[in-house]
């Protein structure tokens, strides 16, 4: 990402601070009841210390991956060699999402959870924390990065992920036949409007009404922003949550009117 580009971003974030809404905006029972007791819940488990502390010794790392992708989202400077702390630095999500999504699994239930883009596996860790008993499919597309993911999720002592490693092109459209149901699906690399689009319309085949899709860095370029739009107005899309650098997408049918919401969080 160019410095022009990080003007740009900084900018859209905040437009989007100031003009956010909040629960006093919603009249969604479905919604307002997510933003009680999901987006203001602040209360620290003990599964979060553990996956940070974690955190923190990846980002004084200095052992190096012989990277073979990290895709168009990757902001970390060229060449096949990369240090840990970087990839840790640049490709891992900030705390306060991973928490996010422990505590929507918890609120959500979901029985089925895949994610493309393991990375340094901290986001998975948090989705395979909030549900012990639920088996956690990850796809990373470099084998190195999965391997280093491997070790961390052993050090955390998490039986409940399964690695696939592929391009997502190839392996997504397996793995979604073989789950049938795509309750939640998080969606973290190949930051390109027709690959996001693609790997969409391929989990729409696989959910239902209970179904949450999440999709990473939508703002990040106007190209992103462009395949956000284009979900958004999926005729199945019922409801999209913008909390800039992720949105949640669902299709719930007690939804009469498709409504799309943007939330400070």
Same mark, same amino acid.
């Given at each position: 990402?160019?410095?022009?580009?990080?003007?740009?971003? %900084?900018? *859209?974030?905040? *437009? @989007? @601070?100031?003009?956010?809404?909040?629960? !006093?905006?919603? !009249?969604?029972?479905?919604?307002?009841?997510?933003?009680?007791?999901?987006?203001?819940?602040?209360?620290?488990?003990?599964?979060?210390?553990?996956?940070?502390?974690?955190?923190?010794?990846?980002? *004084?790392?200095?052992? +190096?991956?012989?990277?073979?992708?990290? $895709?168009?989202?990757?902001?970390?400077?060229?060449?096949?060699?990369?240090?840990?702390?970087? =990839? +840790?630095?640049?490709? %891992?999500?900030?705390?306060?999402?991973?928490?996010?999504?422990?505590?929507? =699994?918890?609120?959500?239930?979901?029985?089925?959870?895949?994610?493309? $883009?393991?990375?340094?596996?901290?986001?998975?860790? @948090?989705?395979?924390?909030?549900?012990?008993?639920?088996?956690?499919?990850?796809?990373?597309?470099?084998?190195?990065?999965?391997? #280093?993911?491997?070790?961390?999720?052993?050090?955390?002592?998490?039986?409940? =992920?399964?690695?696939?490693?592929?391009?997502?092109?190839?392996?997504?459209?397996?793995?979604?036949?073989?789950?049938?149901?795509?309750?939640?699906?998080?969606?973290?690399?190949? !930051?390109? #409007?027709?690959?996001?689009?693609?790997?969409?319309? &391929?989990?729409? *085949?696989?959910?239902? &009404?209970?179904?949450?899709?999440?999709? /990473?860095? =939508?703002?990040?370029?106007?190209?992103?922003? %462009? %395949?956000?739009?284009?979900?958004? /107005? !999926?005729?199945?899309?019922?409801?999209?949550? /913008?909390?800039?650098?992720?949105?949640?997408?669902?299709?719930?049918?007690?939804?009469?009117?498709?409504?799309?919401?943007?939330?400070?969080?």
């Amino acid at each position: 990402m160019g410095l022009s580009q990080q003007y740009q971003l %900084a900018g *859209k974030y905040l *437009k @989007y @601070y100031f003009t956010a809404g909040n629960r !006093h905006d919603v !009249h969604s029972p479905f919604v307002f009841s997510l933003i009680e007791n999901v987006l203001r819940d602040r209360k620290k488990h003990p599964a979060f210390k553990e996956i940070e502390e974690l955190r923190r010794q990846l980002l *004084k790392s200095e052992e +190096t991956l012989r990277v073979t992708d990290l $895709g168009a989202g990757s902001l970390i400077s060229t060449g096949n060699e990369r240090k840990v702390k970087d =990839i +840790t630095r640049f490709a %891992a999500k900030q705390p306060k999402f991973g928490q996010l999504f422990y505590r929507l =699994i918890q609120y959500l239930q979901p029985k089925r959870i895949l994610e493309l $883009g393991t990375s340094m596996g901290l986001s998975t860790a @948090y989705m395979a924390k909030a549900a012990p008993n639920t088996n956690v499919i990850t796809i990373e597309g470099c084998p190195n990065i999965a391997a #280093k993911a491997a070790q961390n999720f052993q050090s955390l002592n998490l039986h409940n =992920i399964r690695q696939v490693t592929g391009n997502f092109d190839t392996v997504l459209p397996e793995v979604l036949k073989e789950i049938q149901l795509a309750d939640w699906v998080y969606i973290d690399g190949n !930051h390109r #409007k027709d690959p996001t689009i693609a790997y969409f319309n &391929e989990c729409l *085949k696989y959910t239902d &009404e209970y179904s949450v899709l999440i999709f /990473d860095d =939508i703002h990040w370029t106007p190209d992103m922003e %462009a %395949a956000w739009h284009t979900i958004q /107005d !999926h005729p199945k899309v019922t409801c999209t949550i /913008d909390l800039f650098f992720i949105g949640l997408v669902f299709f719930r049918k007690d939804f009469k009117v498709k409504q799309h919401f943007t939330l400070k969080y």
